[in-house]
């Protein structure tokens, strides 16, 4: 019997269309932005595959256990993904976040993801390339409550320049 908390699909599925990738992109963007581990990791296949900077590691517990220490250490995480381009199962995004370290400064992060997805719509590899600028609190430009997503009026980052 399956657990009814874990999801058998995560609409929209492939093949994309613009229009659903984009969904797929925000869904991904509104749950990371959410913090929670658990949650974010059932976007994923039980195997997914990922490679996160120097990291690579494969599972719904790996990514558990990966976010768990990332969202520890950056605090007041804020993200903004975009479409960079799509096909039938896979799609790019450029995105940014902002974060705090323990000792309070700021950096905003600039990187890049390709996701490959599985026909229930679960993402199955992810590789994400990033790398990180120090800013100092006043360069901020994602200013949101912190516990969610980032409201439909707050610009994108090609509204903010970046």
């Known amino acids: 019997m399956s657990d009814p908390t874990v999801p058998e699909s995560r609409p929209p599925l492939p093949p994309f269309t613009r229009e659903t990738a984009l969904l797929k992109v925000r869904a991904a963007e509104d ?20 490679r996160n900077r ?13 976010l768990t220490r990332k969202w520890a250490r950056e ?37 890049n993801e390709n996701w ?7 993402m ?3 590789h994400a390339s990033i790398n990180d600028l120090a800013i100092t609190e006043g360069e901020r430009l994602f200013r949101w409550d912190r516990s969610g997503p980032r409201p439909a009026d707050h610009p994108g980052l090609t509204e903010l320049g970046l």
């Open 75 to 111: 605090h007041e995480y804020r993200l903004i993904k975009e479409i960079w381009a799509w096909s039938d199962a896979r799609i790019a995004v450029r995105f940014a976040y902002e974060f705090h370290d323990e000792s309070g400064a700021w950096f905003r992060a600039y990187g």
């Open 54 to 66: 120097a990291e690579i590691f494969r599972g719904r517990p790996a990514i558990v256990a990966f």
């Open 116 to 122: 490959e997805f599985a026909e229930n719509g679960l």
């Open 31 to 50: 749950g990371w932005n959410g913090r929670n581990p658990g949650k974010v990791a059932l976007a994923y296949t039980p195997d997914s595959r990922w």
């Open 124 to 126: 199955a590899v992810r």
